[in-house]
């Protein structure tokens, strides 16, 4: 419970809730665990951001998101195959694939996803393993993302399109499981009190990262209290019109 606590306290130093936002990963069909997932979100009227494998994605996941006015979709890549050079760890948008090469599967996702799922496709590119060669970043823009979504703290001037990025992983990959209460909440605290102090970029929404298909039970309760205990003492952004209005409010400031 101490750690519930030293959440309480930490949103007790905020004036007006905070910012939050949720971006699950890997969507690229229906399934029971899709389900818990929506539900979820739909109990606290929560936007979901799920960041879908354009290759896989079928099309009888957008018939299921249409009936969810809260779910947004993001580009998770191509096809989330992991390529490395020698003692790199893997990654999908990097590493020693020719350029021309991913840019033309990137491009192909994206319409893929534009295809499917119409204007609840986002022109947001999420790196599979949250990695993305430097050396690919200025190029994004050109291909028509305005926003990259990856792991950490976002730098205050990016190279490459603006970053929405996340904070907290609920598992533990080595194990394959929830990560436990202490460590993710701790991660929570962590981002939210670095923002209050001005040592990250304070608009930066806090991001949720989660995985529905490798969720253990212990993952789904957790998820459960957390969006529970949170309710209206943190603020749930994201979707379009809120990605829309940001960046209108940038280019008047
Ligand atoms: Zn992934």
Same mark, same amino acid.
């Given at each position: 419970m101490k750690h519930w606590r030293r959440l309480e306290r930490e949103l007790d130093c905020w004036? &007006?809730?905070p910012t939050l936002w949720w971006r699950d990963d890997d969507a690229t069909a229906p399934s029971a665990a899709l389900e818990q997932l929506l539900q979820l979100s739909d109990r606290h009227a929560?936007?979901?951001? *799920?960041?879908?494998?354009?290759? %896989?994605?079928?099309?009888? *996941?957008?018939?299921?998101?249409?009936? #969810?006015?809260? &779910?947004w979709v993001l580009q998770h890549g191509w096809d989330h195959q992991g390529y490395a050079g020698?003692?790199?760890?893997?990654?999908?948008?990097?590493?020693?694939?020719?350029r021309p090469e991913i840019l033309?599967?990137? !491009?192909?996702?994206?319409?893929? *996803?534009?295809?499917?799922f119409g204007p609840r496709a986002l022109d947001i590119l999420v790196p599979p393993w949250n990695r993305i060669d430097d050396d690919l970043l200025t190029l994004l823009p050109?291909?028509?993302?305005?926003? *990259?979504?990856?792991?950490?703290?976002?730098?205050?001037?990016?190279?490459?399109?603006r970053?929405?990025?996340? %904070?907290?992983d609920i598992i533990d990959w080595k194990?394959?499981?929830?990560?436990?209460?202490?460590?993710?909440?701790?991660?929570?605290? +962590? %981002?939210?009190?670095? +923002?209050?102090l001005g040592s990250v970029d304070a608009t930066e929404p806090t991001g949720l990262m989660t995985h529905h298909l490798d969720h253990d039970d212990a993952c789904w309760d957790f998820l459960a209290d957390l969006t529970g205990a949170l309710g209206d003492r943190v603020r749930w952004?994201?979707?379009?019109?809120?990605? &829309?209005?940001? !960046?209108?409010?940038? #280019?008047?400031?």
């Open positions: 004036e &007006t809730p929560i936007p979901l951001h *799920l960041a879908v494998i354009p290759a %896989h994605s079928e099309i009888a *996941l957008a018939k299921r998101l249409s009936r #969810s006015h809260l &779910t020698p003692g790199e760890r893997k990654r999908e948008l990097g590493g020693p694939r020719p033309q599967q990137l !491009r192909q996702g994206r319409e893929r *996803l534009q295809q499917q050109a291909l028509g993302y305005r926003r *990259l979504s990856i792991l950490g703290p976002r730098p205050m001037e990016p190279e490459g399109p970053q929405i990025n996340v %904070h907290i194990a394959r499981r929830f990560a436990g209460q202490e460590a993710v909440i701790h991660q929570l605290v +962590r %981002h939210l009190e670095a +923002r209050r952004v994201g979707g379009r019109p809120c990605w &829309t209005a940001e !960046r209108r409010l940038r #280019s008047i400031a």
